[in-house]
Antibody
Framework: EVQLVQSGAEVKKPGESLKISCKGS????????IGWVRQMPGKGLEWMGI????????RYSPSFQGQVTISADKSISTAYLQWSSLKASDTAMYYC?????????WGQGTLVTVSS | EIVMTQSPATLSVSPGERATLSCRAS??????LAWYQQKPGQAPRLLIY???TRATGVPARFSGSGSGTEFTLTISSLQSEDFAVYYC?????????FGQGTKVEIK
């Protein structure tokens, strides 16, 4: 069974750093793109970026380029999304997603709350 | 960046009725178009990919059509569990982009 299991909810202060994770299982982790999708409270879905764990090829949406870093450790089948300096506007639900003709599997989401 | 525009923003439908949701792309995305359903507090669920192919386990009452810039998701007879928000998404060109969503609510 394919599963993407994300790390738990986070509460951070503005300016703090954060790295959240997404562990894949039940499939060949290195053979599918993994992406990150943001959903701000009460809003729609936004692609942030994607990574191909097989060779770490990474692409960012222009809106998120330079704002976050996406990485993957194929030895432990885990993808990451990280911030070096959080802002209140980063408060959102973040989903990881396996790409295969659209997104066929989603993580359960990680809620990130940034508040002073 | 390709802009995806969904209409209407909200669709009020009675159970058992047909629902037709539209999605327009600002430039051709060929058939690289997916539809998702999202219920409150849940991750999205893939319904349709390749514009018209139902994902595994998706009931036959969901159908997708279109190519190029105009796409449609049809729910032939709405069930109570179908009231949700629906998103289209193109994956023809990076950055991939979602439409803003159509909320299907009970009339």
């Amino acid at each position: 069974e394919v599963q993407l299991v994300q790390s738990g909810a986070e509460v951070k202060k503005p300016g703090e750093s954060l790295k959240i994770s997404c562990k894949g299982s039940g499939y060949s982790f290195t053979s599918h793109w993994i992406g990150w999708v943001r959903q701000m409270p009460g809003k729609g879905l936004e692609w942030m970026g994607i990574i191909y764990p097989g060779d770490s090829d990474t692409r960012y949406s222009p809106s998120f380029q330079g704002q976050v870093t996406i990485s993957a450790d194929k030895s432990i089948s885990t993808a990451y999304l990280q911030w070096s300096s959080l802002k209140a506007s980063d408060t959102a639900m973040y989903y990881c997603a396996r790409v295969s003709g659209g997104v066929d599997y989603w993580g359960q989401g990680t809620l990130v709350t940034v508040s002073s | 960046e390709i802009v995806m525009t969904q209409s209407p923003a909200t669709l009020s439908v009675s159970p058992g009725e047909r629902a037709t949701l539209s999605c327009r792309a600002s430039q051709s995305v060929s058939s690289n178009l997916a539809w998702y359903q999202q219920k409150p507090g849940q991750a999205p669920r893939l319904l349709i990919y390749g514009a018209s192919t139902r994902a595994t386990g998706v009931p036959a009452r969901f159908s997708g059509s279109g190519s190029g810039t105009e796409f449609t998701l049809t729910i032939s007879s709405l069930q109570s569990e179908d009231f949700a928000v629906y998103y289209c998404q193109q994956y023809n060109n990076w950055p991939w982009t979602f439409g803003q969503g159509t909320k299907v609510e009970i009339k």
